[in-house]
């Protein structure tokens, strides 16, 4: 079971340089998010979907873009890279089925560190 | 106001002993879930227990146990004969409106606190 899988792991990028991170999930979950951790900051959330086609803003989304084509796939686009953007980001999915209450936990990727120098 | 207020930016047990992870939160949404998560020094989020606000009972799941404090809007994480293993940053996080569908379920997670187990 592959669940939720997020590349590239590291990555160095020079400040004004463009790059997406992939991420994909294979357990058929509707609801897709990123995140960002900064040290001692807890997780952010950048954006979410909750289905294919469908994305919305979180607390943290500028700089940042993302397209959920289909059901598997929530890349996150860094445009313009600023230093500020030096973190770990996280993937996750989650599942929600229509007019059950189910605790509907996030299931993580392993995380990608970003370095913008 | 943070909606997820951990206070204790680090904590140490002993082995073989009970700690408690603090949690407080803030919603006026009468229907939420609190969650906690840990993440070792690897960096993977892993899943530990959920409590909906509407659950009569305590959450437990093997040696983690939620003090689920309702009145006082606590969700206190306790992990029971701490192992060296159980040394890691731990996260809790909330989702409101869990009845109200589409955007609501998202998590809003504290800043974490690191647990250091020692032999």
């Known amino acids: 079971n592959a669940g939720v899988t997020q590349t590239p792991k590291f990555r160095i990028l020079k400040i004004g340089q463009s790059m997406t991170l992939q991420c994909a999930q294979d357990m058929n979950h509707n609801y897709m998010y990123w995140y960002r951790q900064d040290p001692g900051m807890g997780l952010k959330l950048i954006y979410y979907s909750v289905g294919a086609g469908i994305t919305d803003k979180g607390e943290v989304p500028n700089g940042y873009n993302v397209s959920r084509s289909t059901t598997e796939d929530f890349p996150l686009r860094l445009e313009l890279a600023a230093p500020s953007q030096t973190s770990v980001y996280f993937c996750?999915?989650?599942?929600?089925?229509?007019?059950?209450?189910?605790?509907?936990?996030?299931?993580f990727g392993e995380g990608s560190r970003l370095t913008v120098l | 106001a943070q909606k997820i207020t951990q206070t204790q930016p680090g904590m140490f047990v002993q082995e073989k002993e009970a700690v408690t992870l603090d949690c407080t939160y803030d919603t006026s949404d009468p229907s939420y879930g609190l969650f906690w998560y840990k993440q070792p020094s690897s960096g993977e989020m892993i899943f530990l227990i959920y409590?909906?606000?509407?659950?009569?009972q305590n959450a437990t799941e093997g040696r983690y146990s939620l003090n689920f404090q309702k009145a006082r809007k606590s969700a206190n994480l306790v992990i029971s004969a701490s192992q060296l293993g159980d040394s890691a940053m731990y996260f809790c996080a909330m989702r409101e409106g869990l009845n109200s569908g589409g955007s609501n379920y998202k998590l809003t997670f504290g800043k974490g606190t690191l647990l250091t187990v020692n032999p």
């Open positions: 996750a999915s989650s599942y929600h089925p229509t007019g059950d209450e189910v605790a509907g936990e996030l299931f």
């Open positions: 409590q909906g606000s509407y659950d009569q």
